[in-house]
Every structure is written in structure tokens, then in C-alpha cells.
């Protein structure tokens, strides 16, 4: 696989959903694959995976796990049905998530990540306790996997999220920093939280957005293309610089019109190609 250059511009694509040749014609050659709860893993698709990302030429850095049941349409729903948080799914998500690092082992793939939901500020509350043993069996599991198991960042304060990760104490254990979320979520100016995260920020996402509207209790704030939201792309790319971070940069859009989402990304990669330059 070519070797990638610092900062090199990468895209979020989803299995099934996305195929490689159409993410690579964006003018990428590297990124991360998210996985919906019902895609069969099983070893003919990763062997079918492999294959293709050899034949493109692709490198994929990341496998992120998406789970059944999960939904994202508001701040509560969100607190209820994403991740590791909710009790009643736990023990399904957890076999789900051991089931995504193996796959992500045959591909070759060295680091797996999740949202695992809102985790409390509150160390004592039964979810923090839960969540946290939860975290660290996984990233014991990808550890024997060779891999770096990445919490997705946005829905808890950057010091919440840091205070929790030092907390779960474990060495494979990494940060996947989308300064979009921040804002979506309404949690604090992203620039910020990269500051406070710093060190331990093993991959990111290249996305954008507005912050809620403030006369809608619990709503999320809008995404929007690279560059046309809160976020600041001009900052967020000399902020990564000036911590040092040297991985790629995954833009990601989460919109459903297709070609909309591909042309969005690929002005994404315009823009970024621009900054970090
Ligand atoms: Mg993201």
C-alpha cells in the first residue's frame, strides 16, 4: 500500500453503503470504514474486502463500529439508544464490537472505534462503572489484535471524555476527535477541546456543522459541508498541526442524497488540500 503522508486527506465511507472505487474517484486514498450493526462479518466479506482494497490501493486506518438500534435524531434519543450506555444492549454491543476488531485484524487493520454514548461525568453513576469495565475489555481484545481501540468524541465535554479515558487507563486505548460533534452536541468550542485532548488523539474526522438552535430543548445542531459550518477549518487544521498530529484527516458527511454527500466530500478535499498545504 503507498505510504501516507502527514495530514494526508482521508474520507469516513460505510460498508455497504459506499464502495472503494467511488471514495477513491474523490481524489483519496485512505479512510475509514464504519460498519452497521446488521452487515454480516463474516470471513468471505473480509477476504472480498482485502482483495479490493489491494486491487485500489486503498488503506483503510480505521473499522468503526456502528450498532442495531441506534439512533440519532435528538439529544435524548441519542442518550438512550447509542453505544455502550444503554444497559439492555450492552452485552450484545460489547460481542459485536470483539466481532468488529477480528474482522478489522483480517483486513489488517490496526485500530477499531465507536461512539460509546454519553458517558457520565459522575465516576459512581452504575453506566460509568459499567462503561468503563466495558471499555477496557475491548481494548484488551484489540490489544491481542494488535490494535488501538478509539473513542469517538462530541457528546460529553472535552474534560469529561479525557477524565473518563484516563480513568479507563489503558495503553491502546486512543481518541477519534470530531470537532463537528462538538458543536452538534452543543459541548464546547472544538479548537478547545482539541487542546485539552491533545495527546491522546489518534485519528479524526474532517466534518462540519452549526450549533443547535437554541429555542429547541434537545435538539442537534446542523451538519454542514466542509467549510460552511461553525467549525473553523482554517483553525482545526493549524490546531492538529500545532499539536503535532501527523494521521489523516477523514472527512465525513453523514447526509442521505448520495451524490450531494460525494460532491460535498470532494470539495472537502479541495478545501483541505488547500490548508494543509
Ligand atoms: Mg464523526
Redesign the pocket.
Known sequence: MSALRDLEIGA?MWMVRDTVARIKSLGVHCGQLGVAGDVTLDSATAQAWKDELKKQDFTLVTCFAGYNGESYADIPTVQRTVGFIPPETRAEREARTLELSDFAAALGVKSIACHIGFVPADETHPDYVAVKAMVRRVCDHAARNGQTFAL?TGQEPAETLLHFFKDAGRPNLGI?F?P??MILYGTGDPIEALGVLAGHVISV?A?DGDWPPKDVPGALGTERPLGQGAVGMERFVAKLKEIGYKGPMNI?REIEDMEQRYADMAMGVKLLEKLRA
Do not use: C, G, L, S
Open positions: 469516513m469517538e477519534n470530531d463537528a460533534n474526522h466534518k465525513e
